[in-house]
T-cell receptor, first 115, second 113 residues
Framework: AQSVTQLGSHVSVSEGALVLLRCNYS??????LFWYVQYPNQGLQLLLK??????LVKGINGFEAEFKKSETSFHLTKPSAHMSDAAEYFC?????????????FGAGTRLAVHP | SQTIHQWPATLVQPVGSPLSLECTVE??????LYWYRQAAGRGLQLLFY??????ISSEVPQNLSASRPQDRQFILSSKKLLLSDSGFYLC????????????FGDGTRLSIL
């Protein structure tokens, strides 16, 4: 069965610093990969996705992620953190052969941004 | 453009009372629909998904049920709520076909007293 591991339930950075949120998956075949952001008491918003093609994916709000098959990773980065980036971030995978676009989510990483 | 609506935004219910949460999608046809629960400080748990009217798949045994009476309407129900049903409930939709992302509503905060 597929699983997703997000290393670090809490990450704290200073405003202007690099943001790195880690995501590793376990799957026998490369899955489809997604990053979502959740602000307090709101639903999840899609940041970016990888299905096929270029392994470096750019998303909204200046975020990007790189699919590394050899490392089974899909880490999320942003060069310079803003206060507005403080939120919870979820990595998710779906099985290309599984149908129904069912997502398996990681446990989430809460990002704090300090002035 | 497509939109998804969930209501109510917050709900406080006594133990043993019934529940009905509604989700509707606009701007698309024959979407896949999903219900999730997010317990405090935890990730998302898929409860139900549906690929068409009247087609419901349950992911975990529980006190809840789901129905899809219309193409773009998804309802989460319970006959008798338990304390453990408290949480943040999210509805989502996706287009059919592989690799399609899910798009989420704003959620319902359910508190059981």
């Amino acid at each position: 069965a597929q699983s997703v591991t997000q290393l670090g339930s809490h990450v704290s950075v200073s405003e202007g610093a690099l943001v790195l949120l880690r995501c590793n998956y376990s799957s026998s075949v490369p899955p489809y990969l997604f990053w979502y952001v959740q602000y307090p008491n709101q639903g999840l918003q899609l940041l970016l996705k990888y299905t096929t093609g270029a392994t470096l994916v750019k998303g909204i709000n200046g975020f990007e992620a790189e699919f590394k098959k050899s490392e089974t990773s899909f880490h999320l980065t942003k060069p310079s953190a803003h206060m507005s980036d403080a939120a919870e971030y979820f990595c998710a995978v779906s099985d290309p052969g599984g149908g129904y676009n069912k997502l398996i989510f990681g446990a989430g990483t809460r990002l704090a941004v300090h002035p | 453009s497509q939109t998804i609506h969930q209501w109510p935004a917050t709900l406080v219910q006594p133990v043993g009372s019934p529940l009905s949460l509604e989700c509707t999608v606009e701007g698309t046809s024959n979407p896949n629909l999903y219900w999730y629960r997010q317990a405090a400080g935890r990730g998302l748990q898929l409860l139900f998904y549906s690929v068409g009217i009247g087609q419901i798949s349950s992911e975990v045994p529980q006190n809840l049920s789901a129905s899809r009476p219309q193409d773009r309407q998804f309802i989460l129900s319970s006959k008798k709520l338990l304390l453990s049903d408290s949480g943040f409930y999210l509805c989502a939709w996706s287009s059919a076909g592989g690799g399609q992302p899910q798009h989420f509503g704003d959620g319902t905060r359910l508190s059981i007293l």
